[in-house]
């Protein structure tokens, strides 16, 4: 029998994460990790951490950081604003953002979580179909609407939208926030980032992670960088929930990974020389591969289902992500790891 107090409870369908196995030996290609390790500057840096200072609370301003991060992007302080992983980043700013009775909108293939903000934060929303390659079609984008949410490279897609298309796509909706979420970008060409963009927009939000490119998932970081006027209302509201968003170790290391460019570098070049590869083996198998410029792919088998390689290839202790949902049901998002996980994981592959 239903409780009385039942109907007052907010009920949300929860967001999935990929899964987090706890055995070491999994090839883990499910949550775009980086395979490769913070810097050694990074790890310097965590041994000399002053643990007593934890019985005291955080800068609730995490000054330093922000200062590295706009030190860094050449923005100004007042221009930077950080939180719990780009998730909290960007739940923060539904929160502030969007809170008109118009629908916001967002691609119907993109990261999962938007629709889950926004049913929980009771805000209207409308989805907008891709078109049949993938791509967004910015001119769907020219409606009334609350706002707008994009994610370049779109996730689960791996597919890049040109920087021309958003700067038409901010010019048609100049009375709304557009958010634009750069988890991956990192791994795009150079110069794709619209972050130079938020000088000339004054309704340009953009988002960071440090949970993909900088090796840092486990510390929970990510940030926006907008105008002072926007980084002012998203703290009024930060600050109207939790003040000490950001804990010390977060503040330290997420500061310090910032000075090793060199290192970081390095990285995404590994990155993005073994996706090449990857790419082309799986093409040679038939794949059908949607161009990525992220950290991983998005690919459609040959002779065989998604679902049939993504259960098969988890048996063999090979994890990948698979979304059962109408369009992309026969896809498998494949996380870049190592060389050498990715020359295991074409050898099982060509297995089937
Ligand atoms: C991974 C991801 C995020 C969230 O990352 P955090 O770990 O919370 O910083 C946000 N957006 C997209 C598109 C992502 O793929």
Redesign the pocket.
Known sequence: MARAWEDKIRKVEPYTPGEQPKDESVIKLNT?ENPYGVSPEVKKMAESLEMDILRKYPDPKAEELVKALADYHKVDESQVFVGV????V?GMCFMTFFNSDKPILFPNIT?S?YPVWAEMLRIPFKTIDLKPDFTIDINDYKQDNGGIVI?NPN?PTAIYLDKAEIRILLEANKDSIVIV?E??IDFAEDGASVLDLVDEFDNLIVVR????SRSM?GL?I?YAISNKEIIKYLNDVKYSYNSYTMNYPSIKLGSAVIADEDYFRSVLAKIKNTREWFVSQIKEMGYIVLPSSANFVFASPAGISAKEVFEAAKENGIYFRYFNSPGIDNYLRITIGTDAEMERVVEFLKTL
């Open positions: 775009n992983g780009s998730d909290d960007l990261y979580f994610a996730a979420d988890a991956y992670t440090y949970s993909k998932a929970r990510g």
